[in-house]
């Protein structure tokens, strides 16, 4: 069995020392004893409403530079577990919405934003990386961020690309993820951990956006193993059977991936 977690988080905007302050001290804690994963928020450190270019640019920071990276790469190696964790990453003149996996040994991996949400068009460069599966530890992980959930096939190609838990930093507003993260988990059979947070910000007037929390984990069958509420910051933690992940078959007659008919899909699908 693994131990895997989310911290669901209330950032300040701006306050990136303080708030990974705050992280380092909550992942420190007893209370994540021999947790091997982890997984916070997307954008944790930075918050979410950016007013214009200018201020990411001011905030984002490179990864090798970045004082989230520095600082949970040492409880990382302290405590021999993997993060995952949302940052704006600055790289030239491009700016992502990025998750970074780093374990013990520091970064294994970083996923920039395919699908971005609302205001991040005029705001973030579309992500360039490729969705793939890392090892950490005993886990092959695939990570996802927040509105990538309205897109099956991202799920679909971590699972087809072996991944046994997909790792999900979200600031989700919209109320439908928790519930489509569930089938997601079904229809690949893999966990997946939903990490988000709460609070308001109200940066651009007349335009609040409230996050919704209800950080979860959920089992490759669809049950729920945690999930938070949608106030307060909140560690949630399950363990979880490796095994369930790896085996595809949903009947003796069924297998998730053998089953599957590319060639009809190919004939419906125009890009
Ligand atoms: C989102 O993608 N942050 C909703």
């Given amino acids: 069995m693994v131990k895997v977690a989310f911290q669901q988080t209330a950032p300040t905007f701006g306050a990136i020392e303080e708030n990974v302050r705050r992280m380092v001290r909550r992942l420190d804690s007893s209370a994540t004893e021999g947790v091997e994963l982890v997984v916070l928020p997307e954008l944790f450190s930075t918050g979410y409403q950016f007013r214009s270019k200018e201020e990411i640019s001011r905030l984002a920071e490179p990864l090798q530079d970045s004082i989230a990276v520095r600082a949970l790469c040492g409880v990382a190696k302290k405590k021999r577990m993997y993060i995952v964790f949302g940052m704006a990453e600055k790289d030239g003149r491009r700016l992502y919405n990025s998750s970074v996996l780093l374990g013990p040994g520091g970064v294994v991996g970083v996923y920039r934003k395919a699908h971005l949400f609302w205001d991040e068009f005029r705001l973030f460069d579309p992500g360039n990386t490729p969705f793939r599966v890392y090892r950490a530890g005993r886990l092959r992980v695939g990570m996802m961020i927040c509105f990538d959930w309205v897109f099956p ?76 509420g949608s106030i307060r910051p909140q560690l949630g933690v399950a363990e979880i059977d490796v095994r369930a992940a790896r085996d595809k078959r949903i009947t003796p007659r069924n297998h998730l991936f053998r089953d599957r008919r590319p060639s009809m899909y190919k004939r419906l699908v125009r890009e």
């Fill in 153 to 228: 096939e991202v799920a679909r190609v971590l699972a087809l690309d072996g991944a046994d838990i997909i790792c999900q930093p979200a600031n989700l507003v919209l109320p439908y993820c928790p519930s489509a993260m569930i089938t997601r988990s079904i229809e690949n059979r893999v966990f997946s951990v939903t990490a988000n947070r709460v609070g308001t910000e109200e940066r651009i007037k007349g335009k609040p956006l409230k996050f919704i929390g209800l950080s979860q984990i959920v089992s490759p069958d669809g049950r729920v193993l945690k999930r938070a």
